[in-house]
């Protein structure tokens, strides 16, 4: 048992200090340009999947739903559509700044 306690603490006390040699590399600008393509290719990709749920949303309110409910239903879709949307450019603007940071 407590050699297999102490095989544990090396491995984590290894591992966390690889990961905090790791914070230290900054990346050149070449792959910040990599990384910044990728980050925004992830938000035009985020983009388009709310938009396509909120067309399914919609459709599914149309085939389930009529009059008032059908309204309220269709305004949940394009809020949530609107809430993904805002996720997901939090989400690019986050990934942007890091990888700033990690640049300089």
Do not use: F
């Not at 925004?40 to 396509?52: L, N, P, T, V």
């Not at 919609?58 to 394009?78: E, I, L, M, W, Y």
Request: proline residues 0%.
């Amino acid at each position: 048992m407590n050699k297999t306690l102490i095989a544990v603490l090396a491995a984590a006390a290894a591992t966390l200090s690889l990961a905090a040699h790791a914070d230290d590399a900054t990346i050149t600008k070449s792959e910040a340009n990599a990384q910044t393509t990728q980050a925004k290719g992830d938000y035009k990709a985020d983009k388009a999947q709310a938009k396509a749920d909120y067309n399914q949303n919609k459709t599914d309110c149309r085939q389930t739903t009529t009059g008032s409910v059908q309204h309220a239903c269709k305004k949940d879709a394009k809020a949530q559509s609107k809430l993904d949307k805002a996720d997901a450019k939090v989400d690019y603007k986050t990934e942007k700044q890091d990888i700033k940071a990690d640049t300089k």
